[in-house]
């Protein structure tokens, strides 16, 4: 498909100069539907799954889940790091050097795909005991985990797609791979599950058919590329563009890295914790994972929000136009915290209306669940300012500063209190740990951002 290059142009100085406004409803809306889609996969399972197997299937499908995230993470690391390279370069007029990191991130994610799954199969049983399995659950995530990993290849390439997708400025091509692939995934479900009386089975089967839709749909862009004419040559691997696209991408991979510490600390905490309480062990590993995933939505509206803004601010920041990034990074606050205080009050005011999607009737589990969204997510209207602020960073090309908030956030002060605070107050130390852990983010993350911005003020002044 060839692109004049006066189209091209109109591309750029439409990102340059539209409102900032209809751009971030152009970018954003788009990318928080794919998002929140993508949560949908697993949150979709689990309803299904706890209609049809109960609370220990649940359970069961949580701890498969670290070695999902992982996976993510590292299609991230790929997808997010072209995206913010791609949309830099774009900014100043260098399109030749950010297609190369669109082709080697591609032939990064089918290596990194193939890797995961290899990896997956051998190390099977090892991982998911790491993970926090149970001698209640540990069969029924083996027959889990056997299906879902067919489908990680694609799920890695179609996600790291749909990061560059969106940069090239096609967010809603971006939108329907994935929801084409969620429809199909929630359409089969039930059918595989109930009809054909599949179990778990069926509904890892039915993700990994949505996770191939997708994917094919994704692949189909490589000729509807509206910045650049995509050549053979781009796929070559070219080692300082890969490091420059790891390294952009290091704070998306992290956050997903952060994410499995989380996971797998939590369950094996919960495992250890919940078997001294009057809740057991799968009860506690079942009701937190429900409610990391459901919140995996709020993180999802959130994300795309931020990541929707990515493109804006990478090319004003390398075109120089630093009020115009400053402007957009306070508009994308706004709307995230907007969204993060909804959250907020869904989650602390009608957890129960949640918690009957999941088909639970078990009353211990109910009271277990109620404690876990009103404890853990006790703070969560932070969310919006803090995941934008880190977004930010990464799409300004400040990777090291991305990857501190993000750790900040992730694991340097939420993993440690998970350890320590059981130990005084049992199982339901736990759950304390998210809203301390939050309160400590939310102030490195202003002290970062208030450092920023006033040096963006002298470069203002400057120019």
């Keep these: ?40 996969y697993s949150t979709v399972d689990q309803i299904f799954i706890g209609h049809g197997m109960g609370y220990i299937g649940n359970a069961a499908t949580n701890v498969t889940f670290p070695f999902v995230v992982l996976a993510l993470g590292f299609s991230l690391l790929l997808g997010d790091g072209a995206a913010a390279f791609y949309s830099i ?3 100043e007029k260098n399109k030749e050097y950010g297609a190369m990191a669109i082709g080697n991130a591609i032939v990064l994610l089918v290596i990194l795909g193939l890797i995961f799954l290899a990896v997956g199969y051998i190390f099977m049983d090892k991982l998911l005991w790491s993970f926090g399995a149970t001698s209640n659950n540990v069969s ?36 329907l791979a994935m929801i084409i692939g969620a429809v199909i995934n929630i359409i089969l479900n039930p059918i595989f599950i109930f009809l054909f009386a599949m179990g778990v089975k069926g509904s890892a089967l039915a993700t990994v058919i949505g996770q191939i839709l997708s ?43 952060a994410v499995t510490v989380i996971i797998i600390v939590s369950n094996n905490m919960l ?5 001294q309480s009057i809740y057991g062990s799968d009860i506690p590993i079942s009701a937190v994972g429900i409610v990391m995933k459901v919140n995996e939505i709020l993180l999802g509206v959130v994300i795309g929000i931020a990541i929707g803004g990515q493109p804006i601010i990478g090319y004003n920041y390398g075109a120089k136009n630093f009020t115009r990034v400053k402007d957009t990074y306070f508009m994308l606050i706004k709307v995230a915290t907007i969204v993060s205080i909804i959250g907020f009050i869904i989650f602390q005011f009608f957890p129960q209306s949640i918690i009957n999607l999941f088909g639970q009737n078990d009353l211990l589990y109910n009271e277990f669940s ?35 908030l993000t750790l900040c956030k992730q694991t340097l002060f939420i993993v440690p209190l998970m350890i320590i605070l059981p130990k005084f ?23 970062f ?7 963006m003020n002298k470069y203002v002044g400057i120019l």
């Design 1 to 40: 498909m060839l692109i004049s290059e006066e189209s091209m142009k109109i591309s750029e100085n439409y990102i340059e100069n539209e409102k900032i406004g209809k751009l971030i409803m152009k970018f954003s809306i788009p990318c928080v539907i794919a998002m929140v889609v993508n949560a949908l």
């Design 89 to 91: 370069k774009l900014g």
């Design 140 to 175: 029924i995530a083996l027959d889990y985990m056997r299906i879902i990993l067919i489908g990680l290849p694609f799920m890695i390439l179609a996600a790291g797609l749909n990061s560059i997708i969106r940069a090239d400025g096609s967010p809603e091509y971006s939108m």
């Design 215 to 257: 994917c094919i749909i994704s692949l189909m862009y490589f000729k509807r590329f509206k910045n650049i004419r995509f050549k053979r040559e781009y796929l070559k691997l070219d080692i300082n563009v890969s490091k420059e696209i790891m390294l952009l991408g290091a704070s998306s991979l992290i956050t997903q890295l």
């Design 271 to 275: 495992k250890d914790y919940g078997a």
């Design 370 to 404: 109620l404690k876990s969204f009103k404890i853990f997510l006790r703070l969560c209207m932070f969310i919006g300012f803090e995941l934008t602020t880190c977004i930010f960073f990464q799409a300004i090309g400040h990777p090291i500063k991305a990857i501190i």
């Design 425 to 447: 107050l049992g199982v339901l130390g736990v759950l304390y740990a998210g809203p301390c852990a939050e309160m400590l983010s939310v102030i490195v993350a202003i002290i």
């Design 449 to 455: 951002i208030t450092l920023e911005l006033r040096k």
